[in-house]
């Protein structure tokens, strides 16, 4: 009887861990933009984003206002850029390096990682 519900023990325990999803992978290098007035911008950070995840930009989250002039310097990631929140709308592509005027305007970033 013991050996029964030490095994179903087991047996729920591997399920769990392989139901639990893992974190995304961390990226090496920032992505920085811009927010707020155009004509006097505050600029903010992205530090070590995930790979594979929407990030909504947090300072214009829920707002009318938007993010702008996105410079990707992640290594080994693209950064796609959306025009709405949870990355919905019109994608924009930055490759590792580069970076865009404040015409982009973006509310959320998903990082996609290009090399192993």
């Known amino acids: 009887m013991r050996l029964r519900h ?3 023990a087991a ?6 861990i392989v139901a639990i999803p893992s974190s995304a992978h961390a990226l090496d290098g ?3 933009y ?8 505050t600029a903010a950070l992205l530090e070590q984003p995930g790979a594979g995840e929407c990030i909504n930009i947090p300072e214009v989250e829920g707002k009318s206002d938007t993010a ?3 410079n990707n310097s992640v290594q080994g990631a693209d950064a796609n850029v959306y025009t709405e929140e949870d990355c919905q709308g019109t994608p924009t592509t930055l490759a590792e390096g580069t970076q865009l005027g404040p015409e ?4 959320s970033v998903y990082f ?3 090399e192993a």
């Open 6 to 8: 030490t095994l179903g």
């Open 11 to 16: 047996i729920g325990a591997v399920a769990l």
């Open 30 to 32: 920032s992505f920085l």
């Open 34 to 41: 811009q927010y707020g007035d155009s004509a006097n911008p």
């Open 68 to 70: 702008f002039a996105p």
């Open 104 to 107: 982009v305007t973006f509310k």
């Open 112 to 114: 996609e990682q290009t």
